[in-house]
Each structure stands twice: as structure tokens, then as C-alpha cells.
């Protein structure tokens, strides 16, 4: 459908007190098409006032993060941390059809403990597909670093047990690890063919570069986006595109609504071809 959405988590932070009310007064303000909802683990006490908060805003919902604990139980899998993600899981796909959204993106890993495991968070795809299938939510799983392997064979090893399986492209967790332009090469075709869903950020360092794992906006850093969307724009690709590029102050809590639509309307311009 090709619509440029913001990430919530780009404008609200603990430094503004996740305050989830804030974006009432930013719909206006943000030249998006629509939203993707980070979700915090602050809101599940409150999600019926969430939902009722985000359905007056006046811009959609399409699409639905998965609050990261999710991810951090199923890769930590001690006592009880599988049926915790799956309790978690289904929490988040009842807020997210409740705001229309139709789409989630999950960190099927995630915290330090990553993919150590990597077998059962495998396996744990499964019963979390089954959920949000219940809700009619389409799952994409984000392909977010790693700390035992890489996210592009991970992604590869869940499409060969999985041939059905969505993601989310992200450009920073693929530059981290030198993978971005990777994905156009001829042998990840079939991955690329199962890419449901992008996130935008650019990103500054290192192969592996812990300190600089920071969400910038477009031309902060070092990403070719030129000739990313060249290849995407040559793929048809024509779902829709979140920006998480960090546009509030991380002491201040202040949003900066100017360099968020300043990305959108960079990757606006690219996405249209007009490069």
C-alpha cells in the first residue's frame, strides 16, 4: 500500500514518561500515513484507555510492535518463560486488533540472551503464528541482532522450517552486522520474497559495533539508501515502511517533530522512485 508510518517508539520514551497521550496532540503534526505502535509494558495496566486513546487520533494503526519482553522470555526459556511469552503475546494481539491494526512485528529474540538457543525460539514461531492467526493479525518476525549468530541466517533457517513465515527488514539491524545490501543479492531472493513489512533507520560504526547501535534518521549515518530503494523499487515492493529514527530528547523527553518528517519525506521521495 505504500504508506510511510512512524514508529510511537520514536516520539515516546521514559524520558517523556510513555506518555501514550502525547500523540494526541502530534497526528497533526507528523506528515505520516499512519502509526506503528511500539507497545510498553507500562500500558498493559491501562489498555483500554490505549486503545481508546489511539482510535480518537484520527490516523491507523496498521501496525502493531510486540512489547520486547515477548522476545527476552523466549530466548532467557527458564521455568514458566514460554507460557509467560504466549500469555504476553495474546495480550498484545487483543490492543492490537483493537485498534485496527493489521500487521505485528516480533523480536522472536532478543535481550542478551539472543539466539543462544536458537532451536526453541524456532519452535515457539509456532503457537505465536496460531495466536495471532486467532486475532486475523499477519506475524512478521524482524531480523534484530544477534548474539550468537547472524539475523540473515536466522531469518533463512526460519524459512526453511517455516515456508510460509513473514518479516520485517530492518536497515540498521542489517548494517550492524554488514548484511544490509546483502539482501539483494540473488541468493537471498527467497528471503527477500517473504519481506512483509520495512523499518528505516540509518546507523553510524563497525561491524558488531555495540556503542553505536543508535536509531538515527536518514543521513546520519553511513546506510546507502539510494541504493537500497533502487533495489526495492525494482522488486514492486509496495507494503508499507515504518521510520523508528529516535526524534525526542533522551534527557528532555522533547520531540522533535521536524526530523521525523524530515525522514519521512527523504524516504517518501526514494520510495516514490524519485532518486
Known amino acids: 500500500m505504500k504508506r510511510i508510518l512512524c514508529s510511537t ?11 501514550y497521550r502525547l500523540l494526541t496532540g502530534l497526528a497533526d503534526k507528523i506528515d505520516c ?16 484507555a490505549l486503545s481508546e486513546c489511539l482510535n480518537a487520533i484520527g490516523k491507523p494503526f496498521p501496525s502493531f510492535h510486540i512489547e520486547k519482553d515477548v522476545g ?62 486467532k486475532y486475523g493479525l499477519l506475524l512478521t518476525v ?30 540498521k539491524m542489517a548494517e550492524f552486522h554488514g548484511q544490509l545490501m546483502d539482501i539483494c543479492k540473488d541468493e537471498n531472493r527467497a528471503v527477500w520474497d517473504h519481506v512483509a513489512h520495512l523499518h528505516i ?27 537500497l530503494f533502487s533495489f526495492v523499487n525494482s522488486m514492486g515492493y509496495d507494503g508499507d515502511i515504518t521510520i523508528e529514527s529516535t526524534s525526542f530528547g533522551k534527557t528532555t523527553g522533547i520531540i522533535d517533530a521536524d526530523s521525523m518528517n524530515s525522514s519521512i519525506a527523504r524516504v517518501r521521495e526514494l520510495f516514490g522512485g524519485r532518486v
Open 9 to 19: 517508539g520514536a516520539l515516546i520514551g521514559r524520558s517523556n514518561g510513555r506518555d
Open 72 to 133: 527476552e522470555l523466549i530466548s532467557r526459556n527458564e521455568e514458566g518463560d514460554s507460557e509467560k511469552a504466549l500469555e504476553l503475546f495474546e495480550k498484545n494481539c487483543i490492543i492490537a486488533r483493537s485498534i485496527g491494526s493489521e500487521k505485528l512485528v516480533l523480536h522472536l529474540w532478543n535481550g542478551v540472551h539472543s539466539d543462544k538457543a536458537f532451536l526453541h525460539n524456532m519452535k515457539m514461531y509456532a503457537p505465536l503464528r496460531d495466536i495471532a492467526v
Open 33 to 48: 500515513d499512519g502509526f506503528e505502535l511500539l507497545m510498553y509494558d507500562d500500558w498493559y495496566s491501562c489498555a483500554d
Open 201 to 227: 533507520n540509518d546507523y553510524k560504526g563497525g561491524i558488531k559495533d555495540w556503542s553505536s547501535l543508535k536509531t538515527l534518521h536518514i543521513g546520519e549515518g553511513q546506510i546507502d539508501f539510494k541504493s
Open 142 to 171: 524482524e531480523n534484530v541482532v544477534c548474539n550468537y549468530a547472524d539475523p540473515l541466517s536466522r531469518l533463512k533457517e526460519l524459512l526453511y522450517y517455516y515456508p510460509d513465515i513473514a518479516f520485517t527488514f530492518d536497515t
